[in-house]
């Protein structure tokens, strides 16, 4: 008697390595990267986060879905991921902001998920083989078919994918961070604070609001806008936002921020919005083997001394061996001692890797949107 595929979910990486589980979301099949976060919780920011278009993403903590989902919580218009990995999904959610599943969201969002399967099984085969093309689906579970088609992924490097994710017209944002009393609030303009520029690669709603809560009024604009454009506004800062793919793949965003550096207006760069504003000043990035992410990751303030916790998403990193004489190191990882900060020596300009908005993770960094707003000052 032939068994039925109702109910299952089949993941398949390129090299061959089968998991199969239980179907967690949507009834549809996938490609895509395949990495993992370390992330305990989360999950819904993760999923919202721009920077994970074309992933799909394992949780290595055993749990997840305990807190349900809510509005409040979506780091963006809607979740970017193309499929999703869990050890266990909770049964029951509890949250009083909780509105709905994390099972019911997936499927509404119509993204395919697995639960069931040895997650610390595949996160030790990405660790020991690097990030890796696959598919994960319940429609086919014929391994040579998922084999090939996981293939057919051309993988994130070359892969632009800026425009997927970016707004399409200019628009302001007034949000300020989350309070226990009054949920988020609107933060009129005024006389003493900063108008700022946000080059939308892909930005995280919690990094706007950060820039708000430091003193900014903001306008956000598409990724394709070109410089002309953006200081014809008059802004007194400029920030460069996070986002998915290839810094190098962004052409068009690496010369307009080239273009940005020739006045001397501040520049703010987070995760993608840094690596292209290394590669503006002469610097490459490369692909790394499976990349940092997770809100656990500890880097030092070379300035300081200071060991920061910090939240992190990038596949992409800045190499060491082409860094220009006009960038000083400020930050490194001590994870593998990669670049994680840079500032310009002569102009009022710097960028992290990491996240200091967190959405998920630890607020040690958040000091840096005070920095670019006093930069402005």
């Known amino acids: ?143 040579e078919n998922l084999i090939a088609k996981a293939k057919s992924f051309p993988g994130l490097a070359g892969m632009d994918l800026t425009g997927e994710v970016s707004c399409q017209t200019p628009y302001p944002w007034q949000q300020g961070l989350w309070d226990l009393e009054q949920g988020y609030r609107q933060i009129e303009s005024g006389s003493n604070r900063k108008r700022v520029t946000v080059m939308d690669f892909g930005v995280k709603h919690n990094i706007l609001r950060g820039l708000v809560q430091a003193g900014c009024d903001l306008t956000v604009v598409p990724t394709d806008t070109p410089a002309e454009k953006i200081l014809a506004g008059n802004p007194d800062g400029i920030f460069l936002s996070n986002g998915p793919g290839d810094p190098d793949a962004v052409k068009h965003g690496v010369r307009t921020i080239r273009a940005l550096l020739e006045t001397k207006i501040p520049i703010f760069g987070i995760c993608l919005g840094h ?82 908005e967190a959405s998920p993770g630890p607020h040690d960094a958040h000091y840096l949107f005070k920095q670019f707003a006093d930069l402005m000052r």
């Open 275 to 356: 690596q292209m504003l290394c590669l503006a000043l002469g610097a490459q990035t490369l692909k790394m083997k499976f990349g940092h992410r997770g809100g656990n990751h500890p880097v030092q303030n070379l300035s300081t001394g200071v060991v920061e916790v910090t939240s992190q998403n990038h596949g992409f990193v800045v190499s060491d061996s082409a860094l220009p004489d006009t960038l000083e190191v400020t930050h490194r990882s001590l994870f593998d001692g990669s670049v994680e900060g840079v500032r310009m020596k002569d102009k009022p300009v710097f960028s992290v890797q990491y996240h200091p």
């Open 1 to 143: 008697m032939q068994q039925s595929n109702q109910g299952r979910a089949v993941l398949v990486l390129e090299d061959g390595t089968r998991f199969d589980g239980r179907s967690l979301g949507a009834q549809t099949e996938q490609v895509g990267e395949v990495c993992f976060n370390t992330s305990m919780t989360g999950y819904q920011e993760i999923m919202s986060d721009p920077s994970y278009a074309g992933q799909i993403v394992t949780m290595t903590y055993t749990q997840i879905g305990n807190v349900g989902i809510n509005p409040e919580d979506m780091e963006s218009r809607r979740p970017w991921i193309r499929g999703f990995i869990v050890k266990e999904s909770a049964r029951r959610f509890s949250s009083w902001r909780a509105q709905e599943s994390l099972s019911v969201f997936l499927t509404r969002h119509n993204i395919p998920a697995i639960e069931g399967i040895d997650t610390r099984a595949l996160v030790s085969h990405l660790r020991d083989k690097g990030a890796m093309r696959g598919v994960l689906s319940t429609l086919d579970f014929n391994t």
